[in-house]
């Protein structure tokens, strides 16, 4: 069972810079495709981004393409999320999840992740 801690969120001016991180427990983080997710206030969850267990394959949505970073250090057992050029739209409350088992080409599906973590808000101010 892996549990999954996400902190870094916070408010910040539209342009700014955030970095979030989610430490995982329980479990070896290599073992797991890891993904973000957010959720605006009133709306679906939404897939933000995506890392291979080696963190050689990256997946954007389209909304952060060219604006956020993942990346993940095995060693710490740490997923992070880089986000600059932070605009309004960003605001929501971001979610770490893990998926165990083989590669998909659906990982930007929130069913697929089999651990999620608490979530830790982030509010762009405009």
């Known amino acids: 069972q892996v549990q999954l801690v996400e902190s870094g969120g916070g408010l910040v001016q539209a342009g700014g810079s955030l970095r979030l991180s989610c430490v995982a427990s329980g479990g070896t983080a290599r073992s797991y495709y890891m993904g973000w997710f957010r959720q605006a206030s009133g709306k679906e969850r939404e897939f933000v981004a995506a890392t291979s267990r080696g963190a050689v394959y990256n997946y954007y949505s389209d909304s952060v393409k060219g604006r956020f970073t993942i990346s993940r250090d095995n060693a710490k057992n740490t997923l992070y999320l880089q986000m600059n050029t932070l605009k309004s739209e960003d605001t929501a409350v971001y979610y770490c999840?893990?998926?165990?088992?083989?590669?998909?080409?659906?990982?930007?599906?929130?069913?697929?992740?089999?651990?999620w973590g608490q979530g830790t808000q982030v509010t762009v101010s405009s």
């Open positions: 999840a893990a998926k165990a088992g083989s590669f998909t080409t659906k990982l930007s599906a929130g069913s697929e992740y089999d651990y």
